[in-house]
């Protein structure tokens, strides 16, 4: 069963960056296109962007310029670089495959003066 680790989440301010990854077993990053999601308090997860196996990105329109999704097969490792942080950006992230499998834990992101 595959399992996402993801990390790099903390406490930001506004206009601030973090560097968020995702690991899991397996060459699972090459042979699937991965997402990452986000569930803010009291709300649904959604959709924050995608990579497609050509590494071919495309975003929600929410972060579309400040977010950057990235890949390294050989690390099994996921990327999302946020810049320009909102405090609408305050969520626990999250990785998956496309389809989605099990979820991991997540990593909070908190984005507040």
């Known amino acids: 069963q595959v399992q996402f680790v993801e990390s790099g989440g903390g406490l930001v301010q506004p206009g601030g960056s973090l560097r968020l990854s995702c690991a899991a077993s397996g060459s699972i990053f090459s042979t699937n296109i991965m997402d990452w999601y986000r569930q803010a308090p009291g709300k649904q997860r959604e959709w924050v962007a995608l990579?497609?196996?050509?590494?071919?990105?495309n975003y929600a329109d929410s972060v579309r310029g400040r977010f950057t999704i990235s890949r390294d097969n050989a690390k099994n490792t996921m990327y999302l670089q946020m810049n320009s942080l909102k405090p609408e950006d305050t969520a626990v992230y999250y990785c998956n495959r496309r389809p989605p499998v099990s979820w991991g834990q997540g990593t909070q992101v908190t984005v507040s003066s």
């Open positions: 990579i497609t196996i050509n590494n071919n990105p």
